[in-house]
């Protein structure tokens, strides 16, 4: 069981920057970033591997976003940079169980993670 809890949601001008938190209770194999706006699908906006550190985005906030995981593996950061109005939306922590694996494939994919936050609130005003 893993037990998940977001903060650091807000209200951000287009340019500027932001930081999410995830604290974590449980262990994990890869954790992620989703973001849903109004009338939009959840998307992945940032993934990392527990074990090797590996990291994965979607184009879209390649260069602008950054996930980390600190050494005790029990918070999970993203630091969103250069923000744009697209980037407004509910923003959601996810988590894989321990053992289960790490991939590039479907790392950014909702449906292969079973653990989820309850979402923090980020607005991107122009």
């Known amino acids: 069981q893993v037990q998940l809890a977001e903060s650091g949601g807000g209200s951000v001008h287009a340019g500027g920057s932001l930081t999410l938190s995830c604290v974590v209770q449980?262990?994990?194999?890869?954790m992620a970033w989703f973001r849903q706006g109004p009338g939009s699908e959840r998307e992945g906006v940032a993934a990392?591997?527990?074990?090797?550190?590996?990291?994965f985005y979607p184009d879209s906030v390649k260069g602008r976003f950054t996930i980390s995981q600190d050494n005790m593996k029990t918070t999970i950061t993203l630091k969103m940079t250069n923000v744009k109005p697209e980037d407004t939306g509910e923003y959601y922590c996810?988590?894989?169980?321990?053992?289960?694996?790490?991939?590039?494939?479907?790392?950014?994919?909702?449906?292969?993670?079973?653990?989820w936050g309850q979402g923090t609130q980020v607005t991107v005003t122009s």
């Open positions: 996810a988590a894989r169980p321990r053992f289960s694996s790490c991939d590039s494939q479907w790392a950014l994919l909702s449906e292969y993670y079973r653990y």
């Open positions: 449980g262990y994990y194999s890869t």
């Open positions: 990392i591997c527990a074990g090797a550190g590996d990291t």
